[in-house]
């Protein structure tokens, strides 16, 4: 066991492990073959408070496999349940193991924890490991997502552990560094509400509310507002994933934080050909997390969330039912305000019309109609820069470019300010799907570079260079979909 002052820069402040014995199990490490690096998040590493170099010594990479333990770490695995596809279960960290709470320089707390490190008592008969495509999957999206400034949790490093695995053939073996300003999730009250005591789940709000959002702490009605906070947060977040294209797959409650981070980054992609019925995971086949129904079952989500803490609420329970109802009832039209700001900007409107719904949704309409590129269509709006074909060289876009441009020229602010704010709110470049599948199978075989080169195109999604051209492209027309699968 290595005292904490081992020159990496861990500073852990755990707090976790102090709650009920309930809520998580103490986990004896599972140590791996033989770990290697494969990338390793300077930025991340930086904002921290951790040493690059230490952290690529052989001790660095044992602590970051798993393989060695630190004296101040928590190493543990986190209990929760969840609606899986709207069914309930049971579930707990199968995989995963939390080596402790970090303090940043700024003195902000991240966890830092292992995916793929090894069993837990909730590993389900699963062998706890992970594959390294998964893996390197989940670095690429959640970096993608931060540098989109959209909530998320992100990945530190990925180690390849020197073991093959076995899922539909043999794989590389790998192991996710993952940080995250909590792992609390819906699925973690859901689990005490049905497995604890009222007791039990008043302290995992108390410690969320602490954790999360200590400004309500003192408040009188701190638990109702403990839930419209969340509320909001999650509209927030869907407003941003729905701007940018982006969806999750697997929207169970098990994935929602209450942190409101985007977390589990499985089937999820971005969209290319804009339709909002596009669903990419291979298991969701009745399109229940498709795009258009995001926000419709994050407040499904809520509902259940909102439930655990009915006994917090009013000791009446029709009175708790009313007074959570209400809350979860805003969620649409917190959602709905943020999302027409975020299309707001990406169209140069500055200020609010009537008919600001009207010329958003008529665009978005036109663009299902042609099958035009989401991201792209956006990017060349911006530039004023398309070509006289598809849907630009109809009638309809004929119209709907002039009502637009008149709403434009109806503002005060100058056509730079407009075409500025409009770059700020348009990336240049997502990742796409056929860049991403690139990326990982050349890193399978060994070749990290790809997966490199499309981490700095990414890092800055919004500089326009035509270096970036070609990432920028859509994939060329495909008979079959694309398709997603859960990485295990």
């Not at 904490?4 to 309930?22: A, H, M, Q, R, T």
């Not at 390294?132 to 990925?158: C, F, K, N, W």
Request: proline content about 4%.
């Amino acid at each position: 066991m290595l005292n904490k002052n081992s020159n990496i820069g861990w500073n852990f402040d755990n707090s976790y492990d102090k709650l009920s014995p309930i809520f998580f199990s103490k986990i004896d490490i599972n140590p791996v073959l033989s770990p290697k690096l494969v990338i390793l998040n300077e930025a991340l590493v930086k904002s921290l408070g951790l040493n690059s170099d230490g952290l690529r010594t052989d001790l660095g990479i044992e602590i970051l496999s798993g393989n060695k333990v630190l004296e101040a770490g928590a190493y543990i695995a986190q209990a929760y349940a969840g609606h899986q596809f709207g069914h309930f279960t049971m579930l707990g960290d199968g995989r995963a193991l939390l080596i402790g709470e970090q303090i940043t320089p700024s003195g902000q707390k991240y966890d830092i924890q292992l995916k793929g490190s090894g069993k837990t008592p909730y590993s389900r008969g699963g062998d706890g490991r992970a594959a390294l495509g998964p893996m390197i999957r989940e670095y690429i999206i959640s970096e993608a997502m931060h540098s989109l400034d959209i909530p998320t949790t992100r990945s530190l490093a990925v180690i390849k552990t020197g073991e093959n695995i076995i899922r539909e053939n043999k794989k590389d073996g790998a192991i996710l560094v993952r940080t995250a300003s909590s792992h609390i999730r819906f699925g973690t009250f859901q689990y005490i509400a049905a497995f604890g005591n009222d007791e039990q789940l008043k302290e995992l709000a108390d410690y969320s509310i602490k954790r999360h959002f200590p400004n309500i702490e003192d408040n009188k009605d701190k638990y109702i507002n403990f839930l419209r906070e969340v509320i909001n947060k999650h509209a927030i977040l869907v407003s941003k994933w729905q701007s940018v294209g982006f969806i999750h797959g697997v929207m169970n409650t098990d994935n929602m934080t209450i942190s409101g981070e985007t977390i589990d980054y499985g089937p999820c992609a971005f969209m290319d050909t804009y339709n909002p019925n596009t669903v990419f995971s291979s298991i969701d086949t009745n399109g229940r997390y498709s795009y258009k129904n995001q926000p419709i079952m994050a407040q499904w989500n809520l509902c259940r969330f909102g439930e655990t803490l009915l006994p917090l609420l009013k000791e009446n329970r029709d009175e708790a039912i009313e007074i959570a109802q209400n809350a979860i009832t805003e969620f649409l039209e917190i959602y709905y305000l943020n999302w027409m700001k975020i299309m707001r900007s990406k169209l140069g409107m500055l200020n609010e019309e009537a008919q600001d719904k009207a010329i958003i949704e008529d665009l978005l309409s036109m663009m299902e109609k042609y099958n035009e590129d989401y991201t792209n269509t956006f990017r060349e709006l911006t530039f004023n820069n398309f070509k006289n074909k598809g849907m630009f060289g109809s009638k309809e876009f004929e119209h709907w470019y002039k009502v637009w441009k008149d709403r434009l020229d109806r503002q005060e602010e100058s056509k730079e300010s407009i075409q500025n704010l409009m770059k700020k709110s348009n990336p240049y470049v997502i990742p796409r799907n056929y860049r991403v599948e690139e990326a990982i199978e050349k890193a399978e075989s060994g070749d990290y570079d790809f997966m490199k080169k499309l981490l700095n195109v990414i890092s800055n999604p919004y500089e326009y260079s035509i270096d970036k051209k070609d990432y920028s492209n859509p994939p060329e027309p495909s008979k079959y979909p694309y398709r997603t699968f859960c990485g295990t």
